[in-house]
């Protein structure tokens, strides 16, 4: 099974996200590889799928060395459209929809990890979520309490429900730090409600507040 994990922005905390979800499935007896699409801030090798492996507490993939989890890497830290071209490069939908389905040949869950949140372009023109709902990947979309988080969460609802996207989980980060709890406990309220009515099927989660990642 492969899943798009997204976020409501850029520090949703959707790589502790990843690596958390992808420990647990392992804690379930199932085999779980980890793809991050674009990794951009890095060079020739990515700090996510680092995080991913450490979370699982497993050691490299074989995949990993095949470049089959993190197919592009570019050193600017921002877009990916913007990273690639900065770095004379492109980014090949083709080739990360080929990643995708070696890997899920090989495993028998599969998380995808965007870069930044939902509508964030993968190419000028093309935005990440169209390629996942392309694939026809369920979403886990990540969130938080953090001021402003309400409208961007229930702006990214109606931009997943618009293109018929299906929606597996909704995860809800509790990263320390996040700001006033007064606002963190009703926004939790508000987007657990909201999520419930345009997605009636999916999971609310809640990740715990996770030391040390």
Not at 85 to 107: F, K, M, V
């Amino acid at each position: 099974m492969v899943y798009f994990v997204s976020g409501v922005d850029t520090d949703a905390g959707k790589s502790i996200a990843t690596g958390w979800l992808a420990r647990r499935e392992i804690e379930a007896g199932r085999r779980v590889a980890t793809l991050k699409l674009a990794q951009t801030g890095n060079v020739g090798a990515s700090e996510d799928i680092a995080r991913h492996r450490a979370m699982m507490g497993v050691g490299p993939l074989p995949e990993d060395a095949e470049g089959l989890t993190a197919p592009y890497i570019f050193p600017h830290p921002c877009s990916p459209h913007l990273a690639a071209r900065l770095a004379g490069a492109a980014i090949d939908p083709a080739r990360l929809a080929a990643c995708a389905e070696t890997l899920a040949a090989r495993y028998d869950t599969l998380f995808v990890e965007g870069a930044g949140g939902l509508m964030v372009p993968l190419t000028e023109a093309l935005l990440t979520v169209d390629f996942a709902v392309a694939r026809g990947w369920p979403f886990v979309f990540v969130t938080h309490g953090a001021l402003g988080s309400i409208n961007h969460a229930l702006l990214a609802f109606e931009a997943l429900a618009a293109r018929g996207a299906a929606v597996a989980q909704v995860v809800y980060n509790r990263w320390p730090g996040r700001g006033d709890p007064i606002i963190d406990a009703d926004s939790a309220t508000l987007i657990r409600a909201a999520a419930a009515h345009r997605f009636p099927t999916a999971a609310w989660v809640e990740m715990p507040i996770l030391e040390g990642v």
